[in-house]
């Protein structure tokens, strides 16, 4: 899927640079784009995705360390208990360190 990601983006990037329109076309993509993402839909849609990213990973976070137990450095154990203990006074962060908004 990465991959997949990377050759559209690559794709559009060089239709942008490579378009015989110019400069126009490429503003009227640009407010197209710029259109999209302030679509109250597609903003709704990008925060439930990311929030939806930052769960799965705390949740992996989690999984991995109480299987991996004392197999792993004591600096990494120990990050993972700051972590953890953070994320249980709440503090608007997850367990990444990214904030909740």
């Known amino acids: ?26 503003e009227t993509l640009k407010k197209s784009a710029r259109q999209i993402a302030q679509n109250p839909a597609v903003r709704n849609t990008a925060e439930t995705a990311a929030q939806q990213g930052r769960q799965f990973a705390g949740k992996a976070l989690h999984t991995v360390s109480d299987k991996v137990g004392d197999r792993v450095p004591e600096s990494v154990a120990h990050r993972v208990r700051s972590l953890r203990h953070h994320n249980g006074h709440g503090g608007g962060e997850d367990d990444w360190g990214t904030s909740d908004t």
């Open 1 to 26: 899927m990465r991959y997949r990601l990377t050759f559209v983006a690559g794709l559009a990037l060089g239709y942008v640079l490579g378009t015989r329109a110019g400069r126009e076309r490429y």
